[in-house]
T-cell receptor, first 114, second 114 residues
Framework: GQSLEQPSEVTAVEGAIVQINCTYQ??????LSWYQQHDGGAPTFLSY????GLEETGRFSSFLSRSDSYGYLLLQELQMKDSASYFC???????????????FGKGTKLSVKP | EAQVTQNPRYLITVTGKKLTVTCSQN?????MSWYRQDPGLGLRQIYY???????DKGDVPEGYKVSRKEKRNFPLILESPSPNQTSLYFC?????????????FGPGTRLTVT
C-alpha cells in the first residue's frame, strides 16, 4: 500500500542544522512536498521537489532522490520559531484510481531548545 | 487577502445531529480538499474536488458527504455524526489537482461529537 515514513520527533538547539527524512512507498509519484504546522495552526507549504536534487529556499532546503524513494528537509540556523511539526506529502496518481489523493506522512515534531 | 475560510471554527454536537462545515476560497482555485487530523495519524484526506461538480473519495470518506456547486465553496456534510468523527478538520485548495501545486489550508474546525 501507500506509505510515507518520517521520524516522529527530533530535538535540536538554536543555531544548529537538522535534517528530517522521509521515505515513501507509492505506486505513482508526482513529487514530494513539505508542510510546516505550528501547534494550533494550519499546515503551510514549505517546498516541493519533482526532480532529483536539492531545492533551497532561504534557511530551508529540500532534497529528493526518486531512485531511493527518499527525500529530506534541511533546516539551517535553527530558530525557536522553527519548533513545529513537519509533514512530507506525495500525490500518487495511481492511488484509488484517481489523481487527487494527497498522502501525508504522520509528521515530525521538531523541538528547538535554547 | 488570498485565503481559505472555514466555519464554524469550533463545534460541539451530539450523535446523529446533521451538521455542515463550510469552506470557501477566494483564489479561483480549481482543486479543493478536506482532511481530518488526529493525534498520531497525521492528515488524512476525506474527499477532494478537481473542479465544479467533480468530487472523489479520499482515504477516509465513510460518514461524510461533499458537494461542489460553485468553484469557491466546498462544504463538508456529516449526515449522522458519531463520536469517532471527533477530530480537527482542515479544508485546503490549490490552483490545480495536477502535479503537486502548493495547497492553502483553512484555519481548521475542531469538532466534538458526544
Amino acid at each position: 500500500g501507500q506509505s510515507l515514513e518520517q521520524p516522529s520527533e527530533v530535538t535540536a538547539v538554536e543555531g544548529a542544522i537538522v535534517q528530517i527524512n522521509c521515505t515513501y512507498q507509492t505506486s505513482g509519484f508526482y513529487g514530494l512536498s513539505w508542510y510546516q504546522q505550528h501547534d494550533g495552526g494550519a499546515p503551510t507549504f514549505l517546498s516541493y521537489n519533482a526532480l532529483d536534487g536539492l531545492e533551497e529556499t532561504g534557511r530551508f532546503s529540500s532534497f529528493l532522490s526518486r531512485s531511493d524513494s527518499y527525500g529530506y528537509l534541511l533546516l539551517q540556523e535553527l530558530q525557536m520559531k522553527d519548533s513545529a511539526s513537519y509533514f512530507c506529502a506525495v500525490r500518487d496518481p495511481n492511488y484509488g484510481g484517481s489523481q487527487g489523493n494527497l498522502i501525508f506522512g504522520k509528521g515530525t515534531k521538531l523541538s528547538v531548545k535554547p | 487577502e488570498a485565503q481559505v475560510t472555514q466555519n464554524p471554527r469550533y463545534l460541539i454536537t451530539v450523535t446523529g445531529k446533521k451538521l455542515t462545515v463550510t469552506c470557501s476560497q477566494n483564489m479561483n482555485h480549481e482543486y479543493m480538499s478536506w482532511y481530518r487530523q488526529d493525534p498520531g495519524l497525521g492528515l488524512r484526506q476525506i474527499y477532494y474536488s478537481m473542479n465544479v461538480e467533480v468530487t472523489d473519495k479520499g482515504d477516509v470518506p465513510e460518514g461524510y458527504k461533499v458537494s461542489r456547486k460553485e468553484k469557491r465553496n466546498f462544504p463538508l456534510i456529516l449526515e449522522s455524526p458519531s463520536p469517532n468523527q471527533t477530530s480537527l478538520y482542515f479544508c485546503a485548495s490549490s490552483l490545480s489537482g495536477q502535479g503537486a501545486y502548493e495547497q492553502y489550508f483553512g484555519p481548521g474546525t475542531r469538532l466534538t461529537v458526544t
